[in-house]
């Protein structure tokens, strides 16, 4: 079945680019790929021929264009998605896509041709409507909607037949700063979520394969499409970076081959091989000497009149304090779900396999699996003996990936109230985040972390970053990523480095009387190699701030003038950006004060009015542009093609959707158990038959996928007649050879 299907599709697509506009050829041009004969072309793909060029090349249907520029503590993106209509008819392009999770979204263009419509802010339900009446008066448009805080939507309506539409959104973000380096991700691929509850005919449309749930209401707008790998990747990007960090660095990427040029004073990065396919997460690193490495920084921005600041203070390094290796509980969480199968689980087993390796006497450990369901090695933590130890890493050995992501389960036992601890308690949670219901898991950590501190380790190609880092501030811990193998031994030992370290606790902030807000508000305890990175509006920056903390029974004590700061676009929209991450926070006390709709109203008018005044991209408020005049045909219909999305690298269609996943996971995690228990696949049949429901089968997913790549309906009646004769043609010719 695959292979005719990828026959036949090619065949039509090599007839389709014989008749197809010299304009669109023209148009595409620089995205085509390397020259393709049509016998090595996969389902969807379109080989075209331009004009000074005989050999025919493989075209996207959608690519998109990164440009990264680096200035301090920021970096501010441009993000260009063009949308290619290979067809005769009208299309509205629909494509979600992630961003990083800190991204402050402020920028909507649409392009077509020489022409540029930029977008304005509007409450959501607006925007909405504007788009809507738009399209209907026949009038090209784009919509920008946010759904999660790293998943988005590019909504563009008119897409001319043989033409080219492109969108450009532009952001800043703040970069992340450890250990002496400085590094940014820029997120290319949503995976496929785990969506629990039951189906709902309420919350948001959308196109995606998953149903909307009463848990995860918008669960149809955040699983896009995906195209099964046997087609090839699709979606291809390419990336520029400008570095300007204002002194020598070393620069590397763990996740692309890319090449380096100087010029100026500036860093110019790009990928190697040219335009990658959108199935991993970009990853660029870069590191000063330690001389250069900042010990604090300022950089200040006027935005309608209020100054605003991002402060970052570095605490002292760790050979300044007396070190002294603590005594720990650690509870080890590793996700064992469908999603995880393959690179990805066995990236955890090795974190898992080095972490319980660094344990002392002194420790105590347990593990728990899920996908799900949850189960636990011991009843209770037990000693990190030689013993103990051996027995675990065997267990671990018998753990496959397969089913559902019951991620609530597994913190219930994590974080089950055990206060009786006599070292620290540190929770180390293993998984790719690729779950819907993010905010009722961050209600719950909130409430129930007490004196643990949660650590996420984000494993494998394209983890859910929004999941990973929210989850852990919820938990007062951090967020390590690990996206290749030979990541996992460096990145794991810098964490246990870090958590075996005394933290530096206690932290005390002292503002002088001109600033009205800081974030964010409550200061977390700090880990070795670890920031003060903080966000400020003031009524004007004088005097100076004083911090002190604690650490090994060490006073620490630092003062920074707030003044003589770089100027630097940007800061009131990342102080913004954190306002709203502090207000959705606030949503499950609200609850609990107000009653949930009188919560849910609150905190909408507030995300609202933040996102109108600072013309920011929030779950309540979008970006839409609407071309002046008419472009549409009276009486054309614009028919909706959802783009399709690429499996993420090392992940596996058939462990996410199955038809009959076994229960190989399930017995793996009761051969965990000393004592036997009830089937975790009878406990967790349910929750596992609704993934089920709500998602494709491999194969139906490779059709949905041919169906929007292609569209059954791209072509005119007259056309569609013209292959079948020809393919008739055909087969008449094959079957006479055959005879013969």
């Known amino acids: 079945m695959r292979v005719f299907s990828s026959s036949f599709a090619a065949f039509v697509c090599f007839f389709l680019a014989g008749l197809a506009p010299a304009e669109a050829l023209l148009a595409t041009d620089p995205a085509l790929g390397a020259p393709m004969v049509p016998a090595h072309a996969t389902a969807g793909t379109l080989l075209v021929r331009s004009d000074d060029d005989q050999a025919l090349r493989p075209m996207p249907m959608l690519s998109t264009d990164v440009a990264i520029s680096v200035t301090g503590l920021i970096a501010r993106t441009a993000v260009t998605q063009y949308f290619h209509n290979p067809t005769d008819e009208w299309l509205e392009g629909i494509y979600v896509f992630p961003l990083p999770q800190n991204a402050a979204v402020d920028t909507l263009e649409m392009r077509i041709g020489e022409r540029v419509v930029v977008g304005e802010i509007k409450e959501r339900g607006e925007a909405k409507r504007i788009y809507e009446q738009a399209k209907a008066a026949g009038k090209k448009a784009a919509l920008l909607e946010q759904e999660r805080p790293n998943i988005f939507t590019t909504s563009v309506a008119g897409i001319h037949p043989g033409g080219t539409v492109g969108v450009r959104i532009e952001y800043q973000r703040e970069l992340d700063y450890r250990d002496g380096g400085f590094s940014l991700r820029f997120p290319m691929v949503v995976g496929p979520r785990y969506v629990p509850g039951s189906p709902t005919v309420e919350g948001f449309a959308g196109t995606g394969w998953a149903e909307n749930t009463d848990q995860v209401p918008d669960g149809a707008r955040i699983t896009p499409v995906v195209a099964d790998p046997a087609g090839g990747p699709i979606n291809p990007v390419a990336i520029q970076v400008t570095l300007n960090a204002g002194v020598p660095v070393t620069v590397a990427s763990p996740s692309h081959a890319i090449r380096t040029a100087s010029k100026d004073g500036e860093l110019h990065i790009e990928l190697q091989a040219g335009p990658v396919p959108a199935e991993r997460d970009f990853v660029l690193e870069w590191r000063p000497a330690p001389t250069d490495a900042p010990r604090a920084a300022l950089f200040t921005e006027t935005f309608n009149g209020e100054t605003y600041a991002l402060l970052m203070v570095m605490p002292p390094s760790g050979e300044a304090l007396p070190a002294k290796r603590l005594a720990r509980e650690v509870i080890f969480v590793i996700d064992t779900s469908g999603s995880m199968a393959g690179t990805s689980f066995r990236e955890a087993r090795t974190a898992l396999r080095l972490a319980l390796k660094r344990l002392s006497p002194r420790d105590s ?18 000693a990190a003996t030689p013993e103990r130890i051996g027995h675990a890493l065997r267990r671990i050995e018998a753990l496959t990936a397969d089913g559902g992501t019951e991620m609530l389960a597994a913190l219930k036992l994590a974080l089950d109230g055990n206060t009786a601890s006599s070292g620290v308690r540190q929770v180390v949670f293993i998984t790719d985040g690729a779950v819907g219901n993010e905010t009722a898991l961050f209600d719950f950590i909130k409430s129930h972390i007490g004196a643990s501190r949660l650590f996420t380790v984000g494993i494998g190609s394209a983890p859910n970053g929004y999941f990973m880092r929210r989850a852990a501030e919820a938990g007062r811990g951090t967020f390590t990523y690990i996206g290749r193998p030979e990541e996992v031994q460096t990145k794991m030992s810098e964490l246990f480095a870090r958590l075996e370290s005394p933290v530096l606790g206690d932290i005390a902030v002292q503002w002088p009387g001109v600033v009205t807000e800081v974030f964010p508000e409550r200061i977390p305890d700090l880990y070795l190699g670890e920031p003060l990175v903080m966000v400020v509006k003031a009524s004007q920056l004088t ?96 028919k909706p093609w959802p783009v399709p999305v690429n499996l993420p690298a090392g992940w596996e269609m058939e462990a996410i959707w199955g038809e009959d996943p076994d229960d190989a996971s399930s017995t793996a995690m009761i051969a965990m158990m000393t004592k036997a228990a009830p089937s975790p696949a009878d406990k967790g049949r349910k929750q596992q038959d609704e993934l089920r429901k709500s998602a494709p089968t491999s194969q139906d997913a490779l059709l949905v996928a041919l169906n929007q790549r292609l569209p059954q309906t791209a072509t005119s009646a007259s056309l569609l007649l013209l292959a079948g004769l020809l393919l008739l043609g055909v087969a008449l010719l094959l079957r006479r050879r055959g005879r013969a």
């Open 543 to 638: 005097g100076a701030v004083h911090f002190s903390g604690m650490r090994a029974r060490a006073r620490w004590q630092q003062s920074v003038t707030l003044s003589g700061g770089a100027a630097q676009g940007g800061i009131a929209r990342l102080f913004a950006r954190r306002k709203i991450d502090a207000v959705n926070l606030e949503q499950g006390y609200l609850r609990r004060e107000l009653g949930r709709e009188q919560a849910r109203v609150q905190v909408r008018s507030k995300i609202v009015e933040l996102g109108l005044a600072y013309h920011l991209v929030t779950r309540h408020t979008s970006l839409v542009a609407v071309e002046k005049e008419r472009s549409i045909p009276a009486g054309e219909k614009v």
């Open 365 to 382: 450990f347990n593990i728990v699996a899920f996908d799900s369901t949850a189960q636990r090695l011991y009843r209770r933590s037990v």
